[in-house]
C-alpha cells in the first residue's frame, strides 16, 4: 500500500488549504485513512480519519468544525479541506492507513509515503 500526500503550501491565517491523499493499493474494510501532522521537534499529531467503507469521519478537538475529511469521487483519493487555518496548524501533514484499533492514536497508523508541507502565516 502506498499513501500520497499533497497540496501543502504556504497561506495566511484565516485561509483555506485542501489536502489530497492518493492511495494506491489494497486497504481493507476495517481500515481507515488517517491524516497526521508533525511540526519539527514535536511529536507526531492524530488530526483526523475517515473509514475506508463508510462515511464516519473522527477529528482531534483543536480541528473540529474547521477541518473536514473526505472521500473523493475516485475511490482512492481522501481529502482534508481545511478552513480558518492558524499559525499553530502549520506542519509536515501526512496521509497514513489506520488499522482501526484506536483510531486517535498516532501509533494506529502506518505511513506510507511523503508528508506535505502546511504553512500559515500569521
Known amino acids: 500500500v502506498q499513501l500520497q500526500a499533497s497540496g501543502g503550501g504556504l497561506v495566511q491565517a484565516g485561509g483555506s488549504l485542501r489536502l489530497s491523499c492518493t492511495v494506491s493499493?489494497?486497504?481493507?474494510?476495517?481500515?481507515?485513512i488517517g491524516w497526521l501532522r508533525q511540526v519539527p521537534g514535536k511529536e507526531r499529531e492524530f488530526v483526523a480519519a475517515?473509514?475506508?467503507?463508510?462515511?464516519?469521519?473522527y477529528y482531534t478537538d483543536s480541528v473540529k468544525g474547521r477541518f473536514t475529511v473526505s472521500r473523493g469521487n475516485a475511490k482512492n483519493t481522501v481529502y482534508l479541506q481545511m478552513s480558518s487555518l492558524k499559525p499553530e496548524d502549520t506542519a509536515v501533514y501526512y496521509c497514513?492507513?489506520?488499522?482501526?484499533?484506536?483510531?486517535?492514536?498516532?501509533?494506529?497508523?502506518?505511513?506510507r509515503g511523503q508528508g506535505t508541507l502546511v504553512t500559515v502565516s500569521s
Open positions: 497514513a492507513r489506520g488499522l482501526g484499533r484506536d483510531l486517535y492514536e498516532v501509533r494506529d497508523y502506518d505511513i
Open positions: 493499493g489494497r486497504i481493507y474494510s476495517s481500515h481507515l
Open positions: 475517515i473509514r475506508w467503507n463508510d462515511p464516519r469521519t
